[in-house]
């Protein structure tokens, strides 16, 4: 069985597969539980013979094949176009009832607003989380609020959408 890191472009998905490679370099108990790193096709081998791929969405056609994927993340959902969830990953998903990490910032009323607004209906299904920029511990208080100062001279919504986490149209 395999997981899929998913997101919209190669740059998006090479981060945190490069941020995993310096976790490795960096942490024993990391290094203990990876087999190898194929940077080639941005694949992970755990020492279960268990795979992590980092996949771009920038040509859908190569979401295709998703059997045996048993875990899947969507990174920056909010940047993520409708019709890759809901002709690409949602059908796949369905097909092998694969768990799904949903991950990003709200980007306007899109598919991954419907994803968030059915857990809040469909708890036994689907759990969601979200944080406020200010809620994260390891941010400078003053830094944030500049951030949040800065923001706001471009309007509420995208204070509301980019600061406090909130889908908006």
Request: charged share 30%.
């Amino acid at each position: 069985q395999k997981g899929w890191y998913i997101s919209k472009t190669y740059q998006q998905v090479k981060e945190p597969y490069n941020w995993l490679k310096r976790l490795h370099r960096e942490n024993e108990g990391f290094r203990k539980i990876v087999k190898k790193f194929n940077d080639s096709k941005l694949k992970i081998t755990f020492i279960n013979d268990k795979e992590l791929e980092f996949k771009s969405a920038e040509r859908p056609e190569n979401l295709q094949g998703i059997m045996g994927v048993g875990a899947l993340v969507i990174g920056e959902c909010g940047l993520l176009p409708d019709k890759i969830w809901y002709e690409a990953i949602l059908p796949a998903m369905a097909d092998v009832g694969a768990r799904v990490v949903f991950e990003g910032t709200p980007k306007g009323l899109n598919w991954y607003n419907d994803v968030c607004k059915r857990a809040l209906v469909q708890p036994e299904t689907y759990t969601i989380k979200s944080w406020r920029t200010d809620e994260n511990p390891t941010l400078d208080k003053d830094a944030v609020e500049l951030y949040r100062q800065e923001l706001s001279k471009y309007g509420e919504k995208i204070v509301e959408q980019e600061f406090y986490g909130r889908f908006v149209s």
